[in-house]
């Protein structure tokens, strides 16, 4: 079955910790995205990463894509109440010979101060 | 950047009449656009892919007479929920996607309509 999953899919965590979101798919893709929703909000776009190895960074956010393990990680360095929000990762892949992106189930992130 | 609108943001209707839902690119071209269906809490899940001027292709489980879908223009789609019951509530969430790299391109998002049925 193709699908992209997330874990956590809850993450409570304190103001000033790291920790990391991880994002498996279960085939072969060109790219994968990274997206942020605030509740009622539509997706604000974080990363597109596209090659393996590819590593981005905005501010307190690392993204990560390692093709061969069919992972991506985003990376919350010292974490701030502000990134409290719905974390998706979706993977462009290859279904009955048309590109579609499939979203994981979200990880919904909580930073107490 | 690219930018995708909806219209409207919110909607409120009774049960068993049709609503419409615009998605639109602002300033650039469309050739394919995506309608996404989003439950409380759930993620995003592709309803249909339409392509300027063709029928739209329809995910499996989604009704096509149901869920009637428009792309008329490479700027225009629209979606339309004919006969709604309370259990098509949700939030409907359209992307656009620029034509002239295939699935390579970005998809951009437009803001998502919230649908309520009563």
């Known amino acids: 079955e193709l699908k992209v999953e997330q874990n956590p899919l809850f993450l409570s965590m304190q103001e000033g910790k790291n920790y990391t979101i991880y994002c498996n798919y279960s085939t072969t893709s060109d790219r994968l995205y990274w997206y942020r929703q605030d509740p009622g909000k539509s997706l604000e776009s974080l990363f597109v990463?596209?090659?393996?190895?590819a590593v981005k960074q905005e501010g307190r956010l690392m993204a990560s894509l390692d093709t061969k393990a069919r992972l991506s990680t985003l990376h919350i360095t010292a974490a701030v109440h502000d990134l409290s929000a719905t974390y998706f990762c979706a993977a462009l892949l290859l279904i009955q010979g048309a590109q579609k992106l499939v979203f994981g189930q979200g990880t919904r992130l909580t930073i107490n101060p | 950047g690219a930018v995708v609108s909806q219209h409207p943001s919110r909607v409120i209707c009774k049960s068993g009449t049709s609503v419409k839902i615009e998605c639109r690119s602002l300033d650039f071209q469309a050739t394919t656009m995506f309608w996404y269906r989003q439950f409380p809490k759930q993620s995003l899940m592709l309803m249909a892919t339409s392509n300027e001027g063709s029928k739209a292709t329809y995910e499996q489980g989604v009704e096509k007479d149901k869920f009637l879908i428009n792309h008329a223009s490479l700027t225009l789609s629209t979606l339309t929920v004919t006969s709604a019951h309370p259990e098509d509530s949700s939030f409907y969430i359209c992307?656009?996607?620029?034509?002239?790299?295939?699935?390579?391109?970005?998809?951009?998002f437009g803001p998502g309509t919230r649908l309520l049925v009563l």
């Open positions: 990463l596209l090659s393996n190895g």
């Open positions: 992307s656009a996607r620029r034509g002239n790299q295939g699935y390579q391109e970005t998809q951009y």
